[in-house]
């Protein structure tokens, strides 16, 4: 409820384009760093089901200190926190759906999941939008909600069972989770992993160079409601939700690759349609094509690298996947926010905001086109 205004919140408490390029870096730094060790310990011990619910419960409540926030600089901490938080589940959880699903129904099965994660997040967004306008723009009770909803998944989550894998970690054997020596392996090898994660980290860079940027367009330039906001969102999901089951069949009947492709490839269109975009039902229109690019992705990327990673070492994979994947966001961001910022006092706001979306479309095709050297998953 919280994740699709927190941005455009910063921006209408003062923040800047460089702000937002801090706020979104250190998100996906503190998010992604510590996958490797999170990964590893889900894999020696296999209790994915309590790592996803502590970590998520603990994530929910610290929305709770955001009510308190006046300062958009003191955003940065607390996201970073809360980011470190959570990022104990995302190895876990993927590792979990990689337990739980065979290689020839993956696609269909983490499409199914996605579904309901949207269905979610369409109700909440939903909510929240029209809510925090009629507060006075404020957060309080969106964040409340949003915590107490949270928690009581958690909780919930508790009564997955769970294939039993691992075995009980010793004291000892803490210090292998930090081992750091075979990443560069890992990641510059020749194995399809390697290649797939070179070309996701180029990708990613320029993906979120243009990240800080669309909260200054929606916030400032369109002068765009929190509603309106929601319900770009809202689209977004719609159609996501709509197009999730026919990319996920897609993925398992043709193959992970033209998927993805498409995917890469098309998100070059996001950047140019919020450079030149006039109005809100410009946005909105746009979006229904995004909800396509988001299915895509969806389906595509967590089925792809699963099918290339060792079976009994997912959780480890997927994490070494993320951390990189996380800084390099992080460098996307900071360039991005700062570069722009600075093409901004140069140029104006109008032609400084143009150059940092034309070079973040330009990369995201030359990387997008990249992915064709990508192999089908055997």
């Known amino acids: 409820m919280v994740s ?38 889900s894999d ?24 308190f926030i006046e300062d958009p600089k003191m955003l940065i901490p607390l996201l970073s926190l809360r980011s470190f938080i959570a990022s104990a589940s995302i190895p876990a959880w993927s590792a979990l759906l990689g337990d739980l699903t065979q290689a020839s129904l993956r696609g269909s099965v983490i499409s199914m999941v996605n579904v309901a994660s949207s269905l979610g997040s369409l109700m909440a967004t939903a909510i929240a939008g029209p809510l925090i306008d009629y ?72 993906l979120t ?10 916030a400032e330039t369109l002068n765009l409601s929190m509603w309106e906001v929601g319900a770009i969102s809202i689209i977004n999901i719609c159609i996501t939700l709509l197009c999730q089951p026919f990319m996920g069949k897609a993925v398992d009947k043709f193959g992970r690759r033209p998927v993805l492709i498409f995917n890469f490839v098309s998100l070059t269109t996001v950047p140019l349609m919020y450079c030149y975009a006039s109005d809100f039902f410009q946005l909105a229109i746009f979006n ?56 901004i006092l140069v140029l104006g706001r109008r032609r400084g905001l143009e150059a940092g979306y034309l070079i973040s479309a330009f990369g995201r095709l030359l990387t997008g086109i990249s992915f064709l050297k990508v192999k089908e998953a055997r």
């Open 288 to 343: 229904i094509f995004l909800g396509v690019i988001t299915a895509a992705g969806n389906a595509s990327v967590l089925t792809y690298l699963l099918d290339i990673v060792p079976e009994d070492r997912v959780g480890e994979f997927t994490a070494i996947y993320n951390m990189a994947i996380g800084i390099s966001y992080f460098a996307g961001s900071v360039a991005g926010g700062n570069l722009t910022q600075f093409a």
């Open 44 to 67: 020696r011990i296999g209790k994915r089901v309590a790592i996803v619910a502590a970590s998520s419960l603990a994530a929910s409540l610290l929305w709770i200190p955001i009510i």
């Open 209 to 218: 160079f243009a990240w800080p940027l669309f909260p200054i367009t929606m």
């Open 4 to 41: 699709p205004f927190i941005f455009v919140y910063a921006v209408r408490l003062g923040a800047s384009s460089a702000d937002i390029g801090w706020m979104r870096s250190v998100n996906n730094l503190f998010t992604y760093t510590l996958q490797v060790p999170w990964g590893r310990l």
């Open 135 to 206: 507060s006075g723009g404020k957060l309080t009770v969106v964040v409340l909600v949003s915590s107490a909803l949270g928690s009581i998944s958690a909780i919930i989550l508790m009564g997955l069972r769970e294939p039993r894998i691992g075995k009980p970690i010793k004291m000892t054997d803490l210090t292998s989770l930090l081992k750091t020596s075979d990443l560069p392996k890992l990641m510059g090898g020749e194995s399809d992993f390697g290649l797939f994660l070179r070309l996701s980290v180029a990708q990613g860079f320029f």
